[in-house]
C-alpha cells in the first residue's frame, strides 16, 4: 500500500511540474500583459510603462522568470500580486473561505438530493418519477449556469423580493442567518448542475448493483427489503461515488466561477476571472496551482480509499 | 476642507475679463485646469440642505472594477482614485466650477499673494498647520517635500513623472511653508498638483522598499477617511475620520462595493443593496427605466472623454486626408448617439470637453453625406474596384477596426460603420480583443488599422495635449507619450510649445483654439461624441456633485449626507 501510494505522490509531483509549465508559458505568451490596463489611461507613457515593467522584472526572458518563479513557489514564497502587492498565499487564502462556504453547501445540497433522486429512479425505473427525474437532470445539465443565476435573481430577488441579489453578507451585518440568507440563492444555482449528476451517477450505479445476483440470493433467502437495499445494494453502489466525488472539484471549481460572478461572491473562481483579465501572472500561477493540488489531492485520496475498500485496485 | 477658493475662481471667462501675463498663474495655470460648465450637465445635480452635526450612517458605493492600488502615487486607475479621494489629500483641488480650492495647502499660489514668482519658475506654498494624519502625527512641509522626492525616486514604481521631473531645490522653509523652483516655466503643473495626494513621510521614509510595505495595503492619510478594512474580491471599508480638517465627512463609513457585473450592479442598486452606482455607473440601456425607479435619482454627467475613432495615421489609406475627410461624411454620428446609446452623448468636433475653458467653439459640425463621401473619393482618385471595394495605386480601401470585446454597444458601433463605409466602397473588418490585449502592445506601439476608444485627453484638466499629439511622442517611433495615432504635423508642435510656455489666459485659449482646429481639420481623430456617466444615487442620500475635472464623481463623499 505505501508504494502504490509513493507512486501516486509520484505522479501528481511530476505532473504539477507538467502543469506549472504549461499554463506560465501559455499565460505570459497570450498577448498583454499587467501593465495593459494602465496603457489606456492618460496616466502613463509607454515610456513610464517600460520603467515599471523592468521594475517588475517583466522585461527578463520567459525562461528566466519562470525557473525563478519556479525556485521560489518550492520555497514557499508564491509571489506578489501585482494588482494590489498582497502574497499570493495571502490572496488566495482570502478568497478561499467564501469559495469553499458556496462548494460545501452546494456538495450537501447535490448529494443528498442527488442520491435520493438517483436511488429513487433507480428503485422504481421507467416510474413517472424516474422519468420526471431524468428530464430533470437533462434540462439541468443544459442550462447554463449563468443564465440560471440570472433568472433566479430575477425572480427571487427582483420580483419576490425574497431573496438578496447577490453579495456574501449584508455590510454590517454578517449574521449566520444573514449569510444563510446569502448563501442560499448562489448554492441553489452551484447545487443544481452538481444534484443531476450526482443523481444520474447514483442512479447508473445503484441499477448496476441492484442486478447483481447477491441481491436475488438476498432476496431469494428472504432478506427483508430495506435491510438488502441498505446494507448490501447502498454500501456497493456508494463505492463508484467515491471516485465521482474526487473528480467533482474541477467542475465545482468551474460552476462556482460563474455561480460568483453572478451573484458577486467574493470567492476564488471570480479572483480567477479578475486576476486573467488584468494578466496578474501570479496569482493566476498561484490559483491554477492550488486548484491542479486540490485535483491531485482529490483524485489520489479516492484511489487510496478505493484501493483500501477494493484490495483488487492495489494489486492490478 | 477649507472654505475659501483662493484668489482664481474660473467659474467662467465672463468672470476674469482678459488676464495679463501677471495674471497667468493666478488664471492661466489655474484655469489652465478649470472649467467653465455650461450647467446643463449639472441640471440634476442636488444643493446641499443642511448636514447633520455628526457622522451619520453609511454609504454603500458600487463599483464596476476593484480598487486595489491603494498607494496614491503609484499606478492606478480611475476606480482607484476614488479610495484616494477618501483617504488621502492633495495641495489644492478642483471643484466642479473650475475653481482651484486649497485643501492641504493654505491658500493657492498666485503671482499677486507671492506664492508664483511672475516667470512661472519660482513656487512657495504655504500649508494649514492645523492638519494631522489618521494616526496623530502632524502633516508638515517635510511631507511635501517626500512625497516630490519619491515621485521622483528613480527606484519608486511611480506612476509618472510628468511636471513633477522639473521640480527642482526643494526647500522646507517652516513647518507651513515649502518653496521649490522649476526648471522650467510649465503651466499645467497646477492642474497636475491639483490630483497628487501627498503622502506620510514619517510612515514611507522607514521601509526599504518603497515599492512595498504594510502602508500600502492599509494606508494612514490626511483625507475625511480613514482606512477601514479591505475584503479583496468583495468590499473596501473607510471610516470618517473625525479630526479631518476640511468640511465633513458627513456620514460615518463608506463601503466601495465591487460588483463586476454591470447588469448585477445595475440589478442590486435597483433591488435597494447600494445607495450608489459608481465607474461606469448605470448601462445606457437601462437609464430610462433607471429614471422610473421610486427612491433613487439618477444623473446624467459628461466626461471628459471623447469617444472616437482612431486612425493609424501610417496605415496606407489613412495616410490620405481624402479618405479620413470621406470616411467621416459617411459616418451617420446621429444614429450611432441615438439609437446604440440612448441619445445621451453629446456630438463633439473636438479632443477638449465642451465644458472646459479651453474648448473651441465654432469648429466644423460634421456632416453625414455619403454622396459627398463618395464624390470625394472619386475625387481623390479612388476608384471602385472588385466587390465595390475602392482603390487607388494598387492599395484597396479596407481595414480593421479593433475594440474591446464584450463592449456591447462598441460592437454594434462597428456594425453601423461597416454599413456606413460600405455605402461609400470601404471594407472594414472587426478585430476586436479583450482589454488586456488590445491595450498593450497593439495600441501603444500603433500595430492597429483603426480603433474606437474614448480617451480623456487632457493632462489633468489642461488642455496640454503634448503627450497625444506631439510629433516627439509617438511610442512606435520611440517617442515619449501615447501619440498612436502617429500624428505629425510641424504646426501643431509649434502650437503645443507655446501653449506650455504661455502664461496668458486667453493667449492660450487661442492657442489650443488653433490647434482643435487643425486637429478637426487634419482629422487626426474622427471624433464621436463626449463621453457621459449615468449614475445612480438613492433618494435622501445628498450632496453628490459631478466633478468633470476629476476621474470619478466619487471625489466629494465627504460632502454627502442622509437627509
Redesign the interface.
Known sequence: MARYVLNRLAQAAMLLVIVSAIGFALLHL????P???????????????DR?SK??GLDRPLPIQYLDWFVRMLRGDWG??Y????AVLS?IS??LG?TLELMVTATIIAVLLGCWIGISGALRRYSLFDSLATVGAMIALSIPTFWFG?VT?YVF??TL?WL?????ET??DGSFLDLLHHLIAPAMVLGLVETAMWGRFMRSSMLEVINQDYIRTARAKGMPEWRILTVHALRNALLPMITVAGLQFPTLLGGALVAE????W??MG??F??SI???DYPVVMGILMFSAIMVLIGSLIADILYAVVDPRIRVG | MADSTGKFGVGGLHHLGIPNRRQFFQLGAGAAAGWTLSGTAFAQTERPSTPPDKPRG?V?AALSQ?P???HPLM????VDQGIWWQVFSPLWFIDPDGKFVPDLAREVPTVENGGLSADGLTWKIKLRSDVKWHDGTAFTADDVKFSLDLINNP?F?V??R?GHSLVKDITVVAPDEIHWRMEAPYSPYMSILSLTFIVPKHILEKVSDP??SPF??APVGTGPFRWGER?????I?VNAYAGYHGKGPYVERV?F?????L??LY??F??G?VDYTGLQGILPNFVQEAKTLKASKIFVSSTSSVEHIAPNLEFGPFADHAVREALYLAINKQAIIDALNYGLPTQTESFVPQEAWSFQQGLPQHKYDPAKANALLDAAGWARGSGGVREKGGVKLEFTNSTTSGNAVREQTQQLLIQDWHAIGASMRVNN?????????????SKFNSVI?G?????GSDPDVT??FGSG?I?AKG????NTYQYQSAEADRLLADGARQFDLEQRKKTYGDLQKLIRNDLAILPLFQGFIAEGVKEGLQGFRPNINTSTNCWNIREWYWA
Do not use: C
Open positions: 497570450a498577448p498583454g500583459g501593465l495593459s490596463q494602465f496603457a489606456a489611461s492618460a496616466q502613463m507613457t509607454q515610456e513610464d510603462l515599471v521594475q517588475l506578489k500580486s494588482r494590489d502587492g498582497e490572496v482570502s478568497h467564501a440570472l435573481i430577488s427582483v423580493g438578496p441579489a447577490g453579495n456574501r455590510v454590517g460572478t453572478v451573484f458577486t467574493p470567492g471570480r479572483l476571472l479578475d483579465g488584468y494578466r | 453609511q454603500i476593484e486595489t492600488v491603494f499606478p492606478g486607475i480611475e527606484d514604481r506612476r509618472n510628468v515599492n512595498s500600502h495595503n475584503v479583496p474580491g468583495d468590499h471599508q463601503v462595493k465591487y460588483i463586476p457585473s447588469t448585477v440589478t442590486q435597483r433591488t443593496q480583443m479583450p482589454a488586456a490585449v488590445i491595450w498593450g502592445d497593439f495600441w501603444q506601439q476608444v480617451v480623456n485627453f487632457m493632462l503627450p497625444r511622442a511610442p517617442g515619449r507619450g501615447y
